[in-house]
């Protein structure tokens, strides 16, 4: 039994060793305009093309920081003619100063693939998982990244 509670003790000490490290490099690997800011909003518009036509759109981003590195991003996408609102929740984690990832975690009940012209997001919003990104840019107001899954590059400044 004494080996057993040896082993057990051992297991959870590697496990709180492992949690402190993800904790302390999802800290310390903030993008710049996320340090000093208790709940920073970014914006972003831009223009996705599709076949047939085109969907410009706006987007504000509300990242909730948490002191655990686990941090959440609420976004509201519009249309540009403000028609048409959504609302999108995800996880976001940093892994080093050049890679972050996003899980899609909650949408708008009635925020359907079908109404997302961009396709991977379509995708992500039918079978949620993870998608990476990497940091191509960033100073204290400006954040560029471009996703791994598409040769999309999107560019977000910050407003407060």
Not at 23 to 42: E, W
Not at 126 to 139: D, G
């Amino acid at each position: 039994m004494r080996v057993a509670s040896k082993l057990l003790i051992s297991y959870a000490i590697c496990a709180f060793i492992v949690f402190v490290s993800i904790v302390y490099k999802s800290n310390n690997n903030r993008p710049d305009f996320l340090y000093g800011n208790d709940q920073p909003i970014i914006y972003a518009d831009g223009i996705t093309f599709f076949e047939g036509g085109y969907d410009a759109f706006k987007e504000l981003h509300t990242i909730e920081l948490h002191p655990l590195g686990f941090h959440t991003m609420r976004s509201s996408i519009t249309s540009m003619n403000d028609m048409e609102i959504f609302k999108k929740a995800y996880s976001v984690y940093f892994f080093n100063d050049s890679l972050f990832s996003v899980k899609f975690t909650d949408k708008d009940d009635d925020y359907t693939s079908d109404q997302e012209p961009d396709l991977t997001e379509s995708h992500l919003i039918e079978y949620p998982q993870k998608e990476f990104f990497q940091i191509v840019f960033q100073n204290k107001e400006l954040f560029c990244y471009s996703s791994m899954l598409t040769d999309s590059v999107q560019c977000v400044k910050l407003i407060t």
